[in-house]
């Protein structure tokens, strides 16, 4: 560990030397300023250690060893800015959690709306269009929840633990996942729907 330690630090050590020199960063913006436009992420990052470079760089002292000291610890904080970015922006949830959570936000939902419309009934069986898409927006919640025990079945989900889930690659995996996002896309473009016809809150 102590070895690869001392490598990254030399390594970025003689990065940061090359970088004190002002056609080593012109070539550097030059090859990568088309690569950045394409990205606004990299971009920023690209413009805090520019800014930082300009700041630590004297152009009559090319390569002087306090700038040589200062890089690591900036190369080493972009990389970890780099980093923590590409896990918020790259960070899914799993299958069953987006669907559980679906489920919750649309049983409270539908339950307000249900409350909110009494004609309905208490089985929302009156004959009304906004009974009806009631009724079909319920109909689409429940088609998660027995999507989501398809997925999730297994011993520990069945006596009431933890879900489950296949693992990729497995046989009938891309079925139940298929299903699953099915149902919760399905169930997102009727409460939309809903939403805009009826609700006063406001489209999702």
Known sequence: MKTLTKVYISVATLIGTLFTFPQVQQFAASTLGAFASHNPRVASILAVAAVILALIHDPKKPGDSSQRNLFP???????????????????????????????VAAKG??????NAHPECGPNLTANTPVCSDLRTAVAAKDLI?????????????????????????????????????????????????????????GAK
């Open 145 to 201: 929840a027995d999507a989501l025990e398809i997925y999730c079945a297994g011993p520990d989900f069945s006596n009431g633990g933890a879900c489950n889930a296949p693992r990729k690659g497995t046989p009938g995996y891309d079925q139940v996942l298929s299903k699953l996002n099915a149902a919760l896309s399905n169930y997102d473009r009727i409460e939309k729907d809903f939403r805009e016809a009826y609700s006063l809150k």
């Open 73 to 103: 610890l900036i190369l080493l904080a972009l990389v970890v800015f780099q980093g923590c970015a590409a896990l918020r922006i790259h960070s899914v949830p799993p299958p069953e959690r987006l669907a559980y959570d679906t489920l």
């Open 109 to 114: 939902f539908l339950g307000s709306e249900a």
